[in-house]
């Protein structure tokens, strides 16, 4: 069967939003064809109010109303340590623990040879600055525990090693609150590969 | 463990077929192109989510279908129900235990460890190290759900620091150098990790497949499998002389912008009477060797694991000796649960094991049972 255009062109864009595939575009599309004008109208005025007033902080590249976001902004955070993550995403994984209280650095993917991703194509040179120009005490490295993120965080520490700063990894391993024998084997196995030295 | 039943839709030559299965050998039975190793094939994919042969998934599925679906029972104290599907369109397998997706192959690989005995095998001895290497990484990955995600790391670390390598060749920077480092070291890290499960799995298949061979040979020669990376002897070594061996090649490595050293280059050798059996073994000797490896892959898994393996043997009989034949019914009586495909029955009489052992006919898709 084929749709009227503007449906179909719907059902394309939404095609086009990460994890959204063809069936779900579709489903969404019928969804809101039923919808009323004003719930639309209230969709897209949101998109476009924040494609419009949402920028990119300057300081850590977080996402921001201001040219500095919030936590940037806040007298409350430490700012001594830093927290380097790959997306935005991961700034607000790790704000829900509220266990952190420092600042972030949001560097905007990995390295990655094969895809073309150096070291200049990520906001490596400003996290160097943003070191050496404050009294940054501990930068900790909380980048995916796959091959690309470890090879970023180990170029990281090298490249930071001359600034005399704690450099710190989260750690890798089993999922915490589930025993291990719920655990998959993959995960028991490169957790115990893996293992640390008590002193 | 066992495999008691057994549903195949689109697969192939098999619209719907259904099989139950004895616990003990099963035979299918059936002319070349019927399909009976296509059943062997199913066995394979749920056990593993692989192809049996190196095949495309969407070459299996039956012309004119979009996907293949197969269905199995596996009994181990309790039963589970796998379930593994193709898409053509999507070129998507899903897998379920219990109705319930999985998603990581590392986590079922292993779950229902499988031997297999197929004419493919001849590669073993008589090709390339990569295959090889791929024989001994096979048996490994099944045992250690730990290693196989090393492994396919491994090779995602080789391909990136292969791309800095040519990167680095066209324009030498230093924060191309520094990244060079960290790619080194995650290699060496994967890489040792790697050579010392190879290393333990040399030493310990060694001792089994002296036994296994003699019990199919009718000759008294010793084989013997070696395995040896850049000379190490202890753990802490492997990692040294890997590193040594990564700066003696620094410059080659970005002149050619290879990896050049690791275990992706290791080699496996078998010698049969401390003599190469690449260089000097007969045909007869490979097709001994060949099946020795399997029933040495079959014992070294139930050692490890304590369950037997199911054992998948494809078109095995047809080009031995009336003796050989012989000796290898005597094995299978200690093998578990097995499924052999044959061409005819008359000349493998003397391979029955029970009364419990299942015949089974297969033609142009379609089952009976004897
Ligand atoms: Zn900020």
Known sequence: MILPEPLEI?????NKL?????KTAQ???LHLLKSQKEDISNLVNSLISMRDNIKICSKCFNVSVDDECEICKSPKRDNSVICVVEEVSDVIAIEKTNEFNGLYHVLGGVLSPLSGKDAASLKIDELVKRVSNSNIKEIILALNPDTEGESTALYLAKILKRFNIKITRIARGLPIGGDIEFADEATIGRAVLGRIILE | MTLNNLLISNFRLHKNTELNFSDELNYFIGGNGQGKTTILEAIYYLCTTKNLNQNSDT????????EFSLFGKFNELIEYK??????????KKNFFINEKQVTRSASIIGKFPVVSLTPLDHAITQ???ADRRKFVDSIISQLSPAYLEILLEYNKILRQRSALLFQIRERKEKSLIDQLEAWTEILLNNGTEIVKHRMIFAEEFNKIIRENYLKISDQNEIPSLEYNFLNSVSDDDIKKNFNDKLDEYYDDEIIRAQNLVGPHRD????????????KYGSQGQHKTFQIALRFSQFFYMFQVIGKKPIFLMDDIFGDLDKNRVKKIGEYLKIVGQAFITLTDLNNNNNIFKSSNDKIIFVNNGHVHYA
């Open chain 1, 10 to 14: 719907l059902i394309e864009e939404l």
């Open chain 1, 18 to 22: 990460p994890s959204i595939g063809r």
């Open chain 1, 27 to 29: 489903r969404l599309a």
């Open chain 2, 59 to 66: 070459e299996a599925v039956s012309f004119g279908e979009k």
């Open chain 2, 82 to 91: 796998t379930r593994i599907q193709f898409d053509i369109e999507s070129n």
């Open chain 2, 127 to 129: 090709g390339s190290p």
């Open chain 2, 267 to 278: 080699e496996f050798i078998f010698y049969l009477n401390q003599k190469e059996l690449k």
